[in-house]
C-alpha cells in the first residue's frame, strides 16, 4: 500500500510564500515522476508542474518562475516552493506519485490535497 499526504497549504497574502511538502509512505521500491496538481473552485484540476524520476522539472506557464518544485528520492518526499502568490493561485493542490513500484506492482497514487489561499 502507498499513501501520499500533502501539508503546507494555508492562508497567506498575495505575494507572500508557500512551501508545500508532500510524503510517500509505504513499501515502496522507487517512485517515477511525481507532480503538482491544483484545482480552484469551478474549474478543472491543473497540472501545476512536476519532477521526474531524474530530477527533471516542468512547469506550467501560469507559476513558471515563482514556483520551485524539487524531490528526495531517498526519502519519497517531494516539495514545491511557492513564491509572489497570486489571487489565481488559490486552489486545493495535490500531489500525484507516477509508477510508484512496491509489491510487484507499478501504482499511480495522489494525494489527498492541501488548501492554499491566497488574499489580496
Known amino acids: 500500500q502507498v499513501q501520499l499526504v500533502e501539508s503546507g497549504g494555508g492562508l497567506v497574502q498575495a505575494g507572500g510564500s508557500l512551501r508545500l511538502s508532500c510524503v510517500a509512505s509505504?513499501?515502496?521500491?522507487?517512485?517515477?515522476?511525481m507532480g503538482w496538481y491544483r484545482q480552484a473552485p469551478g474549474k478543472p484540476r491543473e497540472r501545476v508542474g512536476y519532477?521526474?524520476?531524474?530530477?527533471?522539472?516542468k512547469y506550467g506557464d501560469s507559476v513558471k518562475g515563482r514556483f520551485t518544485i524539487s524531490r528526495d528520492n531517498t526519502k519519497f518526499k517531494m516539495f514545491m516552493q511557492m513564491n509572489n502568490l497570486e489571487r489565481d493561485d488559490s486552489a486545493v493542490y495535490s500531489c500525484n506519485a507516477e509508477n510508484v513500484y512496491l509489491d510487484n506492482y507499478y501504482y499511480d497514487s495522489w494525494g489527498q490535497g492541501t488548501q492554499v489561499t491566497v488574499s489580496s
Open positions: 519532477v521526474t524520476s531524474g530530477g527533471l522539472t
Open positions: 509505504g513499501k515502496i521500491v522507487s517512485i517515477g515522476d
